[in-house]
């Protein structure tokens, strides 16, 4: 009795989305890591370089393109729950709002870009350079491919109740989160450490 | 209903620590300490993200401490070799 009651009030875990994205998010977290650690080495080596470099950044674009990922990933979280609701409306809407951030943070970074451009700083101009356009060129592919996959998400959030369908909004809505969880890692070691 | 104010008040809390690491540029204290804050505030934020936006709170526990585990790992590695 003891043993069928506690069964019953363990909660029902599950891996979320599909099998084959976590092995995708796995190998991008990996990929990311010896990104952030090549970073950290060669700032360590010539700290004076990358902290002249660090100061050309316009840290508060930095922080109001952290703001709108937490806010997309905040609406497509939102929405994945309206999915399993089977509110379709609600869902679409809630998606729409998160590839409304997710444009938004494209746009911030084409003008801080363009910003450097204007500037007179491009890859190569310096190592710390060099970093900060790969990196952030990297993540913006991801970007353009995380909104592909949330117009996906949002489409098939038409026929919530089917199963394959809302395993795949869960997969395009995880991509999305690891989107977002990179670039806290990418905000806090491009702009905001100072070793 | 429950469910949506719970991921907002995640969110909320991500806000706030972004703008919390954001200020400690301005706070002029020992720079291994405040190293290791923003990476602390970052990898709270990122365990965050994984637990309640990814819904790793209800995976199997093993991938759970997976993604916690990478969240560590990084966290320390990055703060030694910035600092040590």
Same mark, same amino acid.
């Given at each position: 009795?003891?043993?069928?009651? /506690?069964?019953?009030?363990?909660?029902?875990?599950?891996?979320?989305?599909? /099998?084959?994205?976590?092995?995708?998010?796995?190998?991008? !977290?990996?990929?990311?890591?010896?990104?952030?650690?090549?970073?950290?080495?060669e700032?360590?080596?010539?700290?004076?370089?990358?902290?002249a470099? *660090?100061?050309?950044?316009?840290?508060?674009?930095?922080?109001?393109?952290?703001?709108?990922?937490?806010?997309? /990933?905040?609406?497509?979280?939102?929405?994945?729950?309206?999915?399993?609701?089977?509110?379709?409306?609600?869902?679409?809407?809630?998606?729409?709002?998160?590839?409304?951030?997710?444009?938004?943070?494209?746009?911030?970074?084409?003008?801080?870009?363009?910003?450097?451009?204007? +500037?007179?700083?491009?890859?190569?101009?310096?190592?710390?350079?060099?970093?900060?356009?790969?990196?952030?060129?990297?993540?913006?592919?991801h970007?353009? +491919?995380? !909104?592909?996959? !949330?117009?996906?998400?949002?489409?098939?959030?038409? *026929?919530?109740e089917?199963?394959?369908?809302?395993?795949?909004?869960e997969?395009?809505?995880?991509?999305?989160?690891?989107?977002?969880?990179?670039?806290?890692? !990418?905000?806090?070691?491009?702009?905001?450490?100072?070793? | 209903?429950i469910?949506?104010?719970?991921?907002?008040?995640?969110?909320?809390?991500?806000?706030?620590a972004?703008f919390?690491?954001?200020?400690?540029?301005?706070?002029?204290?020992?720079?291994?300490?405040?190293?290791?804050?923003?990476?602390?505030?970052?990898?709270?934020?990122?365990?965050?993200?994984?637990?309640?936006?990814?819904?790793?709170?209800?995976?199997?526990?093993?991938?759970?401490?997976?993604?916690?585990?990478?969240?560590?790992?990084?966290?320390?590695?990055?703060?030694?070799?910035?600092?040590?």
């Open positions: 009795m003891t043993t069928a009651v /506690s069964a019953a009030a363990r909660p029902h875990r599950r891996i979320p989305g599909e /099998s084959g994205i976590w092995v995708m998010i796995a190998g991008d !977290l990996l990929v990311f890591s010896l990104f952030f650690l090549t970073f950290a080495f700032y360590r080596s010539t700290p004076e370089a990358f902290a470099g *660090q100061a050309l950044l316009n840290r508060p674009l930095g922080l109001a393109n952290t703001m709108l990922l937490l806010t997309s /990933s905040l609406a497509v979280a939102m929405g994945v729950k309206a999915v399993g609701e089977a509110d379709s409306s609600k869902a679409r809407r809630r998606f729409a709002v998160g590839v409304a951030c997710g444009a938004g943070f494209v746009i911030v970074k084409a003008f801080e870009w363009g910003a450097k451009f204007g +500037a007179g700083i491009f890859v190569g101009s310096s190592e710390f350079f060099t970093f900060y356009f790969m990196f952030t060129g990297i993540h913006l592919l970007v353009i +491919a995380g !909104l592909a996959a !949330l117009l996906w998400a949002r489409a098939l959030a038409r *026929q919530p089917n199963p394959r369908s809302a395993r795949m909004i997969s395009s809505a995880l991509f999305w989160h690891l989107v977002d969880l990179l670039w806290v890692f !990418l905000f806090a070691l491009l702009y905001l450490v100072k070793p | 209903m469910a949506d104010r719970r991921l907002i008040a995640v969110w909320a809390g991500l806000v706030a972004s919390i690491a954001f200020e400690t540029l301005a706070v002029p204290f020992a720079t291994a300490a405040g190293v290791a804050l923003i990476l602390l505030v970052a990898a709270l934020k990122v365990l965050a993200i994984g637990w309640e936006f990814m819904e790793l709170r209800h995976a199997p526990r093993g991938l759970g401490l997976a993604f916690a585990g990478w969240v560590v790992a990084v966290s320390i590695a990055l703060w030694a070799m910035l600092v040590i």
